[in-house]
């Protein structure tokens, strides 16, 4: 039951895939390596969030529940968290924060990141992992793009440069992405160029050293939290209502769905309704480890 349960978030991380174009590039075993690494080697987690949509000039929904999602859950395993976005989702992701009880240090950042920005926030806050959830990754020529091939580099501030840092400094990187265009999603590259359209384009160059695919990027970072939950032996993820509620503030404070470009309470084309059953589904999971454990008084081993 115990190995058998990251198989079953991984089923679950794998919905809505076939329509991303990347359930081929699928990668098995991240999600159990990527917790094993927070949980076992984390002191202070950077987590970046936010990808703009440039037409409506804000921050999408996908991304910072996710974010707020995985800071919550750090914080309760006793880590520190930094959470960093930019101008176009700080209040975005602020509100979410508010909701879920998240007392987190939150960077709000209005321009490019450089490497002695990069080097002096690695400096104070001393990181052991930086991890990019749903967060615009540069492409092989500089620039940042959306799925659609929208080039957004003329508005979003990019912080490749502060994963290209971590990784000379030893600090684990991590991705949650869903479209080839996020951060750390470099480590599939050649599928983004086969599958997915403009990929060769829009492809982010860098490469994470663990990278969750997911249909959905909130998805993969609530499977994360899972993940974790499954290994420390108790239940990190937030409620159903929590999660409405999250929502419910992103929009009043501008989201807007990265798919239709509307200010609606949905993430990627999907409604609340779909988004709370993969939520519900993930919470199920850890439920029945968690109960197995119990009963057969077996130790939660990584």
Same mark, same amino acid.
């Given at each position: 039951?115990?190995?058998?349960?990251?198989?079953?978030?991984?089923? $679950?991380?794998?919905?809505?895939?076939?329509?991303?174009?990347?359930?081929?590039?699928?990668?098995?075993?991240?999600?159990?390596?990527?917790?094993?690494?927070?949980?076992?080697?984390?002191?202070?987690?950077?987590? %970046?969030?936010?990808?703009?949509?440039?037409?409506?000039?804000?921050?999408?929904?996908?991304?910072?529940?996710?974010?707020?999602?995985?800071?919550?859950?750090?914080?309760?395993?006793?880590?520190?968290?930094?959470?960093?976005?930019?101008?176009?989702?700080?209040?975005?992701?602020?509100?979410? /924060?508010?909701?879920?009880?998240?007392?987190?240090?939150?960077?709000?950042?209005?321009?490019?990141?450089?490497?002695?920005?990069?080097?002096? @926030?690695?400096?104070?806050?001393?990181?052991?992992?930086?991890?990019?959830?749903?967060?615009?990754?540069? &492409?092989?020529?500089?620039?940042?793009?959306?799925?659609?091939?929208?080039?957004?580099?003329?508005?979003?501030?990019?912080?490749?440069? $502060?994963?290209?840092?971590?990784?000379?400094?030893?600090?684990?990187?991590? &991705?949650?992405?869903?479209?080839?265009?996020?951060?750390?999603? =470099?480590?599939?590259?050649?599928?983004? @160029?086969?599958?997915?359209?403009?990929?060769?384009?829009?492809?982010?160059?860098? /490469?994470?050293?663990? $990278? @969750?695919?997911?249909?959905?990027?909130?998805? =993969?970072?609530?499977?994360?939290?899972?993940?974790?939950?499954?290994?420390?032996?108790?239940?990190?993820?937030?409620?159903?209502?929590?999660?409405?509620?999250?929502?419910?503030?992103?929009?009043? /404070?501008?989201?807007?769905?990265?798919?239709?470009?509307?200010? &609606?309470?949905? %993430?990627?084309?999907?409604? $609340?309704?779909?988004?709370?059953?993969?939520?519900?589904?993930?919470?199920? %999971?850890?439920?029945?480890?968690?109960?197995?454990?119990?009963?057969?008084?077996?130790? /939660?081993?990584?």
């Amino acid at each position: 039951m115990y190995c058998d349960s990251f198989k079953y978030l991984e089923e $679950l991380l794998m919905n809505n895939m076939e329509h991303r174009g990347l359930k081929k590039a699928f990668l098995k075993g991240q999600l159990k390596k990527a917790a094993e690494s927070m949980l076992l080697e984390g002191e202070t987690i950077i987590i %970046v969030t936010g990808f703009v949509v440039k037409d409506a000039a804000m921050g999408e929904t996908d991304g910072p529940i996710g974010a707020v999602s995985l800071a919550g859950a750090l914080e309760q395993l006793g880590k520190k968290v930094v959470l960093i976005t930019d101008i176009f989702s700080g209040n975005i992701l602020k509100s979410c /924060a508010d909701v879920r009880g998240v007392k987190s240090t939150i960077q709000v950042i209005n321009d490019d990141i450089n490497k002695q920005y990069a080097q002096d @926030i690695f400096n104070i806050y001393k990181p052991s992992h930086i991890i990019a959830i749903e967060r615009p990754g540069k &492409a092989l020529n500089g620039k940042c793009y959306s799925a659609r091939g929208e080039d957004i580099s003329d508005i979003v501030p990019m912080m490749d440069v $502060l994963f290209e840092e971590a990784e000379k400094a030893g600090i684990k990187t991590i &991705a949650v992405g869903d479209g080839g265009n996020e951060i750390g999603m =470099g480590r599939i590259r050649p599928y983004v @160029i086969e599958l997915i359209p403009n990929g060769e384009l829009i492809g982010a160059s860098f /490469a994470s050293d663990f $990278l @969750i695919v997911a249909g959905v990027s909130n998805w =993969g970072a609530h499977a994360l939290v899972a993940a974790l939950s499954i290994l420390a032996g108790k239940n990190l993820l937030h409620d159903t209502n929590t999660e409405k509620l999250m929502l419910q503030k992103m929009v009043e /404070a501008g989201a807007v769905d990265g798919n239709t470009k509307k200010k &609606a309470m949905t %993430v990627d084309g999907f409604s $609340l309704e779909q988004n709370l059953k993969i939520l519900m589904a993930l919470k199920y %999971v850890v439920q029945k480890v968690t109960e197995y454990v119990n009963n057969e008084h077996v130790p /939660a081993k990584i």
